[in-house]
């Protein structure tokens, strides 16, 4: 049985961002969405030290290193998810929420892996990467991302769909560029990739490849904050936290007293 990467519904949405309407009703949706004080910290903080090492403008070798790094907040919700059916599992309506959302995860996963693949491939034709800069360094940003949005996700899922939100703004911007200022010559170069078929989709050039990617981000970037909207978020357990901190400072202080 050979099956595809990708899901019919999914490209299905993908296409109709083609037509410029369509896309600017889908973007409108969440445009405005202001996340909280300390997801906005850390994105801003991303954003910044991507621009810091390869430059405001968007590149192939740009786009390498954001794809290395986008795939990983997708794989840490499925990881923190299969964690928490451990602990679920007899609670149907909760289960069914987390699979939910594990099954967006390992879409998105898959999709990002796709991105990063073919980007590769694409940029190794036109730019020169070096080991440090262009791979290194984005593993580790992947690294620290990935427990950033896992520690985020059990103190406060809110957060981790909100710094994922900030994330693919800022990759969808950067594609939107991209496209816009170099839509002729990318339309006279092809794609030529085995993984992008088996994944299933077709691009007849580059331009129609990376209208396609620009399309990707923004879907992630809804779909993150529609996540919050639809099933309110798993509950935050800071309170929870502030609650046990409370019954252990007391513990402490009754321990101590009593003891003198
Ligand atoms: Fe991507
Ligand atoms: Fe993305």
Redesign the pocket.
């Known amino acids: 049985m050979e099956l595809s990467s990708t899901d019919p519904s999914f490209e299905a949405l993908n296409k109709r961002l083609n037509n410029p309407a369509e896309m600017e009703q889908y973007r409108r949706q969440y445009d405005n969405y202001r996340p909280a004080l300390f997801p906005r910290l850390l994105g801003s903080l991303l954003v910044w030290c991507g621009n810091v090492v390869y430059g405001r403008e968007p590149s192939y070798l740009k786009f390498r290193a954001?794809?290395i790094i986008?795939?990983v907040p997708y794989h840490s919700w499925e990881a923190v998810i299969f964690t928490l059916l451990t602990i679920f599992f007899s609670n149907e309506k909760k289960a069914l929420e987390l699979s939910k959302l594990a099954k967006f995860s390992r879409l998105a996963q898959d999709?990002?892996t796709m991105?990063?693949i073919v980007i590769s491939q694409l940029a190794a034709r036109e730019e020169r990467a070096g080991f440090v800069r262009h791979s290194l360094i984005p593993m580790l940003f992947a690294f620290f991302y990935f427990w950033a949005s896992y520690i985020l996700y059990f103190l406060n899922p809110k957060w981790s769909y909100e710094l994922n939100y900030l994330f693919?703004s800022h990759?969808f911007s950067q594609y939107s560029r991209f496209i816009a200022t170099r839509e002729q010559e990318l339309r006279e170069k092809p794609v030529a990739s085995e993984f992008l078929k088996w994944y299933g989709r077709e691009a007849a050039n580059q331009y129609e490849f990376f209208l396609s990617?620009r399309n990707?981000?923004i879907i992630?970037r809804n779909e993150s904050i529609a996540h919050i909207r639809h099933h309110g978020g798993q509950r935050s357990i800071i309170p929870l936290m502030v609650g046990a901190g409370i019954l252990a400072l007391g513990a402490l202080l009754w321990a101590w007293y009593g003891w003198f």
């Open positions: 954001v794809e986008a795939r999709n990002e991105h990063v693919e990759a990617v990707d981000e992630h």
